[in-house]
Each structure stands twice: as C-alpha cells, then as structure tokens.
C-alpha cells in the first residue's frame, strides 16, 4: 500500500497534499496497489482526498499535532506506516515535507529519495527520477530496501480528479513527545508561495527603482502569478528577500516564469532552471538569458510590459 | 556551547556538468570544488558567531578523502577550532548521515548545524536523517538562530513566510540565507588554519539503500523565439496555444 501524507495549513489541506495524492494514486497503479492518504491534526475537507485518488483516508488527531515538529509527525507516520503496512510513503518537497524524509527514511530502515518529479517504475527495481544539479541535469536512483519513502516536487504533477469522496477515518497511533515549540507563524496572508506558485513574474536591475514596480504588479496580476526579484535587486533592498529567486534564494518550478530586465546570471539561472516555460524581455540583446528562454523580446521593459499587461487583459476579457 | 559544523564539498557553481562510468557518476575530472555555500556562509558563521559572543568551541566534520583537507583548512581558516574528516568517499546521504552520526553520538556536542542542502544534489536529507538517528530535535531552514538560557529560539523559512521555534536541548539545525554573513579569511587566519588540528577517522560499513543507475543532461533547449516588441498579442498566443501554459 502507498501511504501518503497530506500536509495542511491553517486547518485546510494543502493543494500540494493533492498532487502528492494523486502522485500516490499513480505510484499504487504501478505497483498494482492502492492509495491511503493520511493526515495529522485538525483539518476541513479530508474526504475530498478520495477524488484524487485516495481509496482510504486516515486522521490522528490529537493535541499535540497543532503545531509541526519533524520528531513527533515523523514517529506519527512511521508508525501508521508500520501499523498499515506502507511499502512506500510520500511526502511533499516543501519546508515540513523535507523536514521529515530524512527522519522516516530511518525510522521505517527506507531508501529515500527526495524531489521526485516523476512516477516510479519497476521493471527494472524500484526506480524514481529527479532533478540535480539546480535543473541542469536529471538522475535516476534505484531505491533497493523493501520500505520506500519519496518526497514529490512541487508543481511535478497535476493533481488530477478521478474518484469519489471518502469519509476520513480516525486512526489511532502513538504519538511521541517533541522538544520544539512552535512560537509564531508569519505569513503574508492572500499570497501564493512562491515556491509553490504555477506563475512567476520576476524582475531585475532593469526596473532602475523601486518606485517603478507597479507595472511588474500589474502584469503579475492579470497573469495571477506571484512576483519574485533577482539578488541585486533583493540586496540593494528594492524587493523584499523572501521574493529573491536564485542560487541561494528561492528555487521555483512554475509552468511560466516572466523574467523582467534580468541579465540572467548563473546563480539566478539556478533558481529558474526547472521552469517549463521562460519568457525573457530584456533591452540588451546579447543578455545571457535568452539562451535559457523559450521565448524573448528585446526591447524597452518600460514600454513592452504594459502592452504585455494590456495583451493578457483582452486575452482574459475574451476568455470570458 | 560545543557546535560541531558538517561541511560539504560540491563542484563550484559554474562548473561543467558532465558524468562517467556509463553514466552512474559525476565526472570530477577537472572540476573545482567549493565548500558547499549554505554550509561555510551560514551554518558555519552562525556557529562561530554563538561561540564567540557565549564560549565554547566548532568542530568541523566532513566526510570525505585526503584530497578535501584543503577545503577543511578553509573552513578551519574562517575560524573553527578543528576538524574531523571521516576517511570515506560520500556515496549517499544515508551514507553520509550515518557517518557522521557514527562520531558525533558520543562527543556530547550542544548543536549540530549544516547548510539546508547541497547546491549539486539539492538533497537537504542529511540533516534530518542526522537528528534522528541522534534522536534530536531538527530545524531545518534556519533564517535566524539565538540561544536564550539553554534554549535555541530559530526562525526558519516556510512556503511563503517565516516561522519562529523554541527547542530544548542539543538539536540540529539546517541554515538558510539569512542566518549569517559571508566571512573571507584573512592571510593570518590561513596560516595559522595549517597547525589546527585535523583528525582523520576510519568509516563504519554500511550498506547504500539507494543508487543512482543513471544521469542525463536535460535535452538541448530549442533556440529562443523572438517576439516583436510591438507585437505582445502574439507573445501571449504563442503562450496559449504552444506552450500551453495559460
């Protein structure tokens, strides 16, 4: 059986918990198996992780699940791992999912693999693939022990309808004491991530201000991206950091990423790498990211941004 | 506090990209290696930084062969007081975590930090594979680290904002941007780095659960389409019905 854990935020389950079901669904079709979704603490919504593949659905609800701690969740679903029979468990590549791979890898004695982005194979052992190397190459790993535990890529798959609803059963485990507390939880409200975000508007030194930010706001708000900034823009304080794409800020995989007055250096190329789709606009013609775009325009972002922004809206409007 | 501080080698970020033995290796030949920058940035300077403000000392651990001593001797020159390196090629984070759980479970250390992954496998498993089998706690994407009394008050990056922790007792850490500034050794330091103590320990045997059977570069980019500046309907056409991504 595969196991899924389906993350929640502010009592709500998360869109990526429903990619990681449906990631699931697809791994038991594999493996001739099915899908068992779990999620821990207090949550709206659990039966509608059967339309996405789920056959079952757990919850272990108990006080000391309201707030994350990588040691107590993990004891949580290694222990509903054991105690269901889990011979692969998934887990999402976000800030908790990671914090949790390592940990069920070796308490369920699992191979690990982690930011998967495809479904795993057998014909040939049990084989997943990701990317490496910031997008700049794929490998493919054979996990060899008989428990196998996985961490999906944001964005790697779509969550996709194909059953009905199940009631949410309560499943009862032990849950370990932790030593973490979880003091305050700061988030700008309203916001897609944007780790998590399907559309990125991003922009660079080209925009000479802060002050000149209401087009990129605009154009992201017709396209419904979120925005995000390269390192000089994020270090000379223009953007806040959290929007910092790149080497060592954020790394993003949306389907479109709209890269505005960029050069396009390495580290930020980094961040990008994993973009399905990349538009550059750029008024030097010789800027090094358009080797990396799929398509570019060379011009004046001043004047190609709005006409960009006005082309989204009539395309909106005739999309009804 | 008694910090021990895990650093990584990885190919510097420019380097070619290239594999070996049919495929199932990075090719290293020629490569520069770095010290992984989430490690010697951050977990490495934070460390420092709490040692210097409180007392204590920073233990440098790696695992990996005579070759990375250089890589080590930076690390020391930056400011650790000495090194350990496990006397093992690194095949997996398994491999990886275990080794170093192997040392650290009896030397009592205060806090365990490393950088939240490595910029070539962009793994970030070791550190809660380290905490586990430790049985500490793990923050991971640490943004911000002060010890009050005892306890470690972090602030660590989430999907789309931040969120504050309190944790008891010896933990391990994953560091992120944020939680300090770059620090370049100075011609002193470097010198004075060549007689810190390095000890070098055998591994334990254990068994890689995972294998990489295969790597691939991605299939050659098609060339960038240009747009007509003028023209932005035909961008968002293009957008729509080739690369149907709205």
């Known amino acids: 059986m595969v196991l899924v854990f389906a993350e929640t935020q502010n009592g709500k389950i998360k869109k990526a918990a429903l990619e990681a079901v449906s990631y699931g669904h697809q791994t038991a079709q594999v493996l001739g198996s099915s899908c068992t979704a779990l999620v821990l603490g207090e949550a709206e919504g659990m039966a509608e992780l059967g339309k996405y593949g789920a056959s079952k659905v757990y919850q272990v609800n108990n006080p000391q699940l309201r707030d994350f701690d990588s040691q107590v969740y993990a004891g949580v679903i290694a222990n509903a791992a054991q105690q269901l029979g889990a011979s692969v468990v998934i887990v999402n590549h976000s800030a908790n999912g990671k914090s949790l791979l390592g940990r069920l890898s070796v308490r369920l004695q699992a191979g690990a693999v982690s930011g998967v982005n495809t479904v795993p194979t057998t014909t040939n052992g049990f084989r997943v693939r990701k990317s490496v190397f910031s997008g700049k190459a794929t490998a493919e790993y054979e996990i060899k022990t008989a428990i196998k535990v996985l961490s999906l890529m944001g964005n790697a798959v779509q969550a996709v309808q194909v059953g009905e609803a199940v009631e949410a059963v309560a499943l009862d485990v032990a849950v370990p004491t932790g030593r973490t507390k979880v003091l305050e939880v700061k988030r700008i409200e309203g916001k897609t991530p944007l780790p998590e975000a399907d559309k990125v508007v991003s922009a660079g030194r080209g925009m000479k201000g802060p002050e000149n930010w209401g087009i990129i706001e605009e154009l992201a708000e017709v396209v419904g991206a979120a925005t995000a900034c390269s390192r000089p823009v994020a270090d000379v304080h223009w953007r806040p950091h959290h929007e910092h794409v790149g080497q060592t800020g954020i790394a993003v995989r949306p389907n479109l990423y709209i890269a505005i007055g960029i050069s396009g250096a390495i580290q930020h190329l980094a961040g990008v790498n994993n973009s399905k789709t990349i538009v550059v606009i750029n008024k030097d013609p010789e800027a090094p990211f358009f080797k990396a775009a799929d398509y570019g325009v060379v011009g004046d972002l001043f004047e190609v941004v709005p006409r960009l922004t006005e082309a989204f809206k009539k395309h909106r409007a005739a999309e009804g | ?246």
Not at chain 2, 104 to 116: C, M, R, V
Not at chain 2, 142 to 150: K, R
Not at chain 2, 172 to 183: P, Y
């Open chain 2, 1 to 246: 506090m008694k910090i021990l501080v895990c650093l990584s080698k990885t190919p510097d970020t420019t380097a070619k990209i290239a594999f070996t033995d049919n495929n199932t290796r990075y090719d290293e030949n020629g490569v520069t290696f770095i010290l992984n920058p989430y490690d010697e940035w951050y977990a490495l300077v934070r460390a420092l930084e709490l040692v210097e403000a409180g007392g204590g000392t920073v233990t440098i651990v790696t695992v990996g062969l005579a070759a990375d001593d250089t890589l080590i001797r930076k690390g020391l020159a930056i400011g650790a007081n000495d090194a350990v390196r496990i006397n093992a090629q690194p095949t997996s984070a398994y491999f990886t975590a275990y080794q170093i759980a192997q040392y650290a479970q009896s030397e009592n250390y205060d806090a365990i930090f490393l950088g939240k992954e490595t910029i070539d496998y962009n793994g970030a498993e070791v550190g809660a594979m380290l905490a586990e089998m430790l049985d500490m706690p793990f923050t991971s994407f640490a943004n911000h680290l002060d010890m009050q009394g005892g306890k470690a008050i972090i602030s660590r990056d989430i999907e789309g904002g931040t969120e504050v922790v309190e944790v008891e007792g010896p933990f391990v850490l994953s560091a992120a941007k944020g939680l300090a500034e770059q620090r370049i050794a100075n011609m002193r330091n470097i010198m004075m780095a060549k007689t810190k103590p390095l000890k070098v320990v055998e591994p334990v045997a254990v068994e890689d659960t995972v294998v990489a059977v295969n790597f691939e570069l991605p299939p050659k980019k098609t060339a960038v389409k240009m747009i007509d500046p003028e023209n932005m309907e035909e961008l968002v056409r293009l957008l729509r019905e080739e690369a149907k991504v709205i």
